[in-house]
């Protein structure tokens, strides 16, 4: 029997997330990565309609900009929740570290420890695609100016541990703000002004250090929620 990879990439229009919905076309067995709470009816009513169970519900990295669906799924299925164990969320059902790795049917996804945009992020490798979190966007990188974030620490995760994947591995990030849907390796070593086309550490230090950008809009809410699985009170 052939086994073939169940992919849907779907997307939260408020907070600009992806989630993704991987699976087992056989075994029907799948796993969710960043999943928001507006969303959970939309994404747990996909998985019913194509016939699929959950198993697990991942998440990059602890979000400032949404709430996490993962507390909330966890509730209305049998899906365990898959975070980076650095992230020290007492409610979590797998603390994740570099190497990590998690089954769906004959499939695997493994954990790279990729700090920087936070200090526990972690980015998961799954068939040829790497599911980049917040760490590498497309054109782009996370913020480094919260949640222990560090330029320095976001440099050596691309550079070091991203950019060594085969040139050809798909990019599928946490957001996107430009209506860019994937990516590759080769073209963010490429083009990413930030750390591509040969940018020294110093050079993307600068960089961050000279966005400004606004304080994140949903952070105090977001959170205080995500170190709880996403459950509001
Ligand atoms: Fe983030």
Redesign the pocket.
Known sequence: VTHALIFQQLFECQSSTYTYLLADDISKEAILIDSVLETVDRDLALIRELGLTLKYVLDT?I???HVTGAGEIRKRTKAKTVVSKKANVDCMDIPFSEGDEISFGPFKIKALFTPG??DSCLSYYCEGMIFS??ALLIRGT?RTDFQGGSAEALYDSVTLKLFKLPPETKVYP?HDYKGFTTSTIETEMKYNPRLGGGKTKDQFIEIMADLKLAYPKKIDVALPANKACGIVE
Request: aromatic share 0%; no cysteine.
């Open positions: 990295h979000h400032a900009d945009h936070t979190g917040d996370g946490a």
